[in-house]
């Protein structure tokens, strides 16, 4: 497998000395913060190949596809468009993409919203597929999203689309307040699953909460899974959408993606078939 660390958990901290010390830990690369105006493709670009990491992916900024609002929703969906431009430039394989985050409940009707989000994902995926680009799509817990909550759901989202430019990212910190089953969760979507994002139940590093990683990483040597892991954890304190967190927020917040490191290492062994 390989191994990465979602780059807003850092807030603004600078790019170039966070590599650094990402890739001195081990990691095999990054899920980058798609913010198109705080960086350059080439600088990214650079970035990257100076410190030996790969572009395992992108996570977008907060844009509402599902907005009543068709200027809102063309807003997002253009801004998507750019972010696959951006994507191709530094060679990243995947776009995550997801709900307004912040937005727990319809301002018109659910299934009109749900209706709207389709017809975006449709427009990127069509793009997506000249550009040899996977769209991720990622399940978010309620308290932060009211669209794509379980498993179940995207999976029928995705039978919907019948794209393949679209897969799955699943996350287990929003799976252990939502699914019943984090294991069945990853079995439901086997065959659509591109991308994980790993924290623990209280989305600190790996071994700080209750998420059952034994078996979910027993199930993904099962289903075959193979993709990239990203480490999504944050510093532990109050206000989970803001990562800096007080003093010494950055240092303990690297010591847990350190051990966090050695612990996948250390699951890895159950991911791989028998």
Known sequence: MLYGVCTWIFGR????????????????????LGDCERYSPREIRTLLDDHGLRPLSLTPLDVDMAHPDPKIRN???????????????????TLACHGAVGRVRPITTLEEEETFFLEGVARIAERACTMDIKIALE??????SHLLNTATQVKGVLERLDSPAVGV??????????????VSAIWEVREYLILLHVADSNRRGI??????????????GRVGYRGPVILECTAPGPDPFTPEKGAGWKDLLIRELADSFSFLKLLEKLAVPN
């Not at 253009?78 to 060679?91: P, S, T």
């Not at 399940?139 to 932060?144: A, G, I, M, Q, T």
């Not at 071994?207 to 993904?220: A, D, S």
Request: charged share 25%; glycine share 8%.
């Open 13 to 32: 901290e600078p790019l170039a000395p966070l590599f650094g010390r990402l890739a001195r830990m081990g990691f095999d690369g990054v899920e980058l």
């Open 75 to 93: 807003k997002a969906i253009e801004y998507y468009l750019r972010l696959l431009d951006f994507a191709a430039e530094i060679g990243a394989p």
């Open 139 to 144: 399940v978010l817990n309620r308290y932060e």
């Open 207 to 220: 071994g700080k909460g209750h998420v059952p990683f034994v078996p979910i990483f027993r199930m993904l």
């Open 169 to 182: 990212l699943l996350d287990t910190y929003h799976m252990n307040i939502e699914e019943a089953d984090l």
